[in-house]
C-alpha cells in the first residue's frame, strides 16, 4: 500500500542553520513527490515537486529537495533557515489514476525556529 | 476567484446536527477534492470529483458524509448526524485537470479549511 513517512514529528533549529526534513514514503510505480506548507491561519502551499528527470528539486523560498530512489526518501532541504519559515510540512506522494491527482500524505514535521 | 475559498471557517455543532461545508474552487479547475486534516491523523482524503461526477468517493468515512459538485464549480459537504469524533479542519483543494495529459502536474491549490468542532 502507499504510504509516506514523516519521521521527525517535531524540529526546531536556529534561525540562519541548515534544514533537513525526511520522508520517506511506500510506492510500487515511479512515485509523483511533493512538499507543501502550512503556516498558521494558512491554506498548504506546494514548495516543490518531483515528477521526472533531475532528482534534485528547485522549489520555493529556497528550499530544495533530492529524490533518492535506492533510499526511497525525498528529504526536504534548506541551506539557511529564516524566522519565516516556521510552520508544518508535509510530503505527499501522488496516487494517481487517470485525472485523479489523489494525494498520500505524511504525518507532518512541525518546524520552530529559534531567533 | 484567485483562490480556492471555503465557508465557514469555523463551526461548532452539538452531536446529533447536521453541517454543510462550502468550496468555492478557482474559476475554471474541473477537479475538486475534499480532505480532512485531524490531531495526530494527518490529512486524509476524502472524496474527488471531476466535474459534477465524483469517481473516487473511497475516503468518505461513513454514510453519514456525503458531498455533491454543482454547475462544475462550488461543492458542498454535508455531515449528517454529527458526531465528536467528526471534529477536523476539512480542507478543499482544486486543480485543473487535462483529460488524458498523463503528465498533467494537477497541482493542488488549497483553501484555508473549515475547522469543525462537535460539542
Known amino acids: 500500500a502507499q504510504s509516506v513517512t514523516q519521521p521527525d514529528i517535531h524540529i526546531t533549529v536556529s534561525e540562519g542553520a541548515s534544514l533537513e526534513l525526511r520522508c520517506n514514503y511506500s510506492?510500487?510505480?515511479?512515485?509523483?513527490l511533493f512538499w507543501y506548507v502550512q503556516s498558521p491561519g494558512q491554506g498548504l502551499q506546494l514548495l516543490l515537486k518531483?515528477?521526472?528527470?533531475d532528482t534534485l528539486v528547485q522549489g520555493i523560498k529556497g528550499f530544495e529537495a533530492e529524490f533518492k530512489r535506492s533510499q526511497s526518501s525525498f528529504n526536504l532541504r534548506k541551506p539557511s533557515v529564516h524566522w519565516s519559515d516556521a510552520a508544518e510540512y508535509f510530503c505527499?506522494?501522488?496516487?494517481?489514476?487517470?485525472?485523479?491527482?489523489?494525494?498520500?500524505w505524511g504525518l507532518g514535521t512541525s518546524l520552530a525556529v529559534n531567533p | 476567484g484567485a483562490g480556492v475559498s471555503q465557508s465557514p471557517s469555523n463551526k461548532v455543532t452539538e452531536k446529533g446536527k447536521d453541517v454543510e461545508l462550502r468550496c468555492d474552487p478557482i474559476?475554471?479547475?474541473?477537479?475538486l477534492y475534499w480532505y480532512r486534516q485531524s490531531l495526530g491523523q494527518g490529512l486524509e482524503f476524502l472524496i474527488y470529483?471531476?466535474?459534477?461526477?465524483?469517481?473516487?468517493k473511497s475516503g468518505l468515512p461513513s454514510d453519514r458524509f456525503s458531498a455533491e459538485r454543482t454547475g462544475g464549480s462550488v461543492s458542498t459537504l454535508t455531515i449528517q448526524r454529527t458526531q465528536q469524533e467528526d471534529s477536523a479542519v476539512y480542507l478543499c483543494?482544486?486543480?485543473?485537470?487535462?483529460?488524458?495529459?498523463?503528465?498533467?502536474?494537477?497541482?493542488?491549490?488549497f483553501g484555508e479549511g473549515s475547522r469543525l468542532t462537535v460539542l
Open positions: 483543494a482544486s486543480s485543473l485537470a487535462i483529460a488524458g495529459a498523463t503528465l498533467n502536474t494537477g497541482e493542488l491549490f
Open positions: 474559476s475554471g479547475h474541473t477537479a
Open positions: 470529483f471531476q466535474g459534477n461526477s465524483a469517481p473516487d
Open positions: 510506492y510500487g510505480a515511479t512515485p509523483y
Open positions: 518531483y515528477f521526472s528527470g
Open positions: 505527499a506522494v501522488g496516487a494517481w489514476a487517470g485525472n485523479n491527482r489523489k494525494l498520500i
